[in-house]
């Protein structure tokens, strides 16, 4: 089967550092996506990975292992604004099919 | 250059009615995704197409259907609505099929069944 876990929900500090865990299992694995979801809005990217280790983009570093199924997303110096639903997405290429299946996200609350 | 725009924002039917969602994607992009995110969880996969073709289909009812046009814009249609059905729709483009393509997201459609 497809599955997916990430925590429901975290808390964190104006400033501080986060780390969002998501594990996966799933078939036909072909890279490992993270997106940001403010309420309403539409998913936007914030990062990918296919091979194993960590992806440095500003203040959002993502990092893999296959072969543990495990992936987590970094977020420093945090700001409010930060405020969002972090989805965990993978790419499942099946056959034909080229899909994503999301975990059921983080929903980050920033405080100051 | 425009990114996937998606119309309606927000429609509300009622149960049994029918509904058509629409989808145009990034000028170029010839792969067309839907997915229904209901409140509190993460996007579902509804379907996929690529050139015209359905390349895809989720775990969801044949209420569910959808069509990719010449310009690779996409429609998706639900039959006989259900209160279930309410959620926010979105489509996903890419450029193309298979690794090395991101996925882009149009802001959805929020669709209210009552």
């Known amino acids: 089967g497809q599955n997916i876990d990430q925590p429901t929900e975290m808390t964190a500090t104006e400033g501080a550092i986060v780390q969002i865990n998501c594990t996966y299992q799933?078939?036909?694995?072909?890279?490992l996506f993270w997106y940001q979801q403010h309420a309403g809005e539409a998913p936007t990217f914030l990062s990918y990975?296919?091979?194993?280790g960590l992806e440095e983009k500003g203040r959002f570093s993502s990092f893999l292992s296959r072969s543990k199924g495990y992936s987590y997303l970094l977020l420093k110096e945090l700001q409010m604004k930060d405020s969002a639903s972090y989805l965990c997405?993978?790419?499942?290429?099946?056959?034909?099919?080229?899909?994503?299946?999301f975990g059921t996200g983080t929903r980050l609350q920033v405080f100051p | 250059d425009a990114g996937v725009t998606q119309s309606p924002t927000h429609l509300i039917k009622t149960r049994g009615q029918h509904v058509t969602l629409r989808c145009s994607p990034i000028?170029?992009?010839?792969?067309v995704s839907w997915y229904q995110q209901v409140l509190g969880q993460g996007p579902q996969f509804i379907f996929q197409?690529?050139?015209?073709?359905?390349?895809g289909r989720g775990n969801f009812p044949d209420r569910f259907s959808a069509r990719q046009f010449p310009n690779y814009s996409s429609e998706l249609n639900v039959n006989a609505l259900l209160l279930g059905d309410s959620a926010l729709y979105l489509c996903?483009?890419?450029f193309g099929q298979g690794e090395g393509y991101g996925y882009t997201f149009g802001s959805g459609t929020r669709l209210t069944v009552v």
């Open positions: 996903a483009s890419r």
């Open positions: 799933t078939s036909g694995f072909n890279g």
């Open positions: 990975n296919v091979l194993d």
């Open positions: 997405a993978v790419r499942a290429d099946l056959g034909n099919t080229d899909k994503l299946i």
């Open positions: 000028s170029g992009h010839k792969s």
């Open positions: 197409y690529y050139e015209k073709e359905e390349r």
